[in-house]
T-cell receptor, first 108, second 115 residues
Framework: DAKTTQPTSMDCAEGRAANLPCNHS???????VYWYRQIHSQGPQYIIH???NNETNEMASLIITEDRKSSTLILPHATLRDTAVYYC?????????FGAGTRLTVKP | GAGVSQSPSNKVTEKGKDVELRCDPI?????LYWYRQSLGQGLEFLIY????????KSGLPSDRFSAERTGGSVSTLTIQRTQQEDSAVYLC?????????????FGPGTRLLVL
């Protein structure tokens, strides 16, 4: 069973920041937070991961709260191609439990 | 370079038949993972390999499912006596190692339909 809860769906206007929340209140001290996304009919694509500190790469930023019980994925300037299901996963690389994710729809 | 490839891309079979799904990981990747995704659902973890060994097979849904990996590369997922509830997309992923810092690279999946 997934250890995370995410909203089922979200909308975002093209060009605006998309902020996707994730709750993981039972995370243990050495588990990472991973984000993947899945565009329709494709395999999931890695976005970003972190342990305690906030992380940023060319795709997104990951903000993890100090108590590590929740996190937010930020897509700074969403485009139509960012429409996808976004999965927040807590665990280890060899034990990743995907939940249902958040279906993000970017609208023109 | 080449990514993870899976074959066949689509498979239609009759209930009761056996099917074999293949995964070619990225060259040099030690770890290989199998997932199942039913229509409109999230991914269900099935099994992972570290090299040729599978430390944990508890994710396999029944004893009709088996997987093997030979030569530390190609893996096959076999479903015996297929049932209609086995219909799903079967996804394979690989990563250089199984460490927490490793990214999983997914293949396009095999769409299995059991009639």
């Amino acid at each position: 069973d997934a250890k995370t809860t995410q909203p089922t769906s979200m909308d975002c206007a093209e060009g605006r920041a998309a902020n996707l929340p994730c709750n993981h209140s039972t995370i243990s001290g050495n588990e990472y937070v991973y984000w993947y996304r899945q565009i329709h009919s494709q395999g999931p694509q890695y976005i970003i991961h972190g342990l305690k500190n906030n992380e940023t790469n060319e795709m997104a930023s990951l903000i993890i709260t100090e108590d590590r019980k929740s996190s937010t994925l930020i897509l700074p300037h969403a485009t139509l191609r960012d429409t996808a299901v976004y999965y927040c996963i807590v665990g280890y690389n060899n034990d990743m439990r995907f939940g249902a994710g958040t279906r993000l729809t970017v609208k023109p | 370079g080449a990514g993870v490839s899976q074959s066949p891309s689509n498979k239609v079979t009759e209930k009761g038949k056996d099917v074999e799904l293949r995964c070619d990981p990225i060259s040099g990747h030690t770890a290989l993972y199998w997932y199942r995704q039913s229509l409109g659902q999230g991914l269900e973890f099935l099994i992972y390999f570290q090299g040729n060994s599978a430390p944990d097979k508890s994710g396999l849904p029944s004893d009709r499912f088996s997987a093997e990996r030979t030569g530390g590369s190609v893996s096959t997922l076999t479903i015996q006596r297929t049932q209609q509830e086995d219909s799903a997309v079967y996804l394979c992923a690989s990563s250089p190692l199984t460490g927490a810092q490793e990214t999983q690279y997914f293949g396009p999946g095999t769409r299995l339909l059991v009639l």
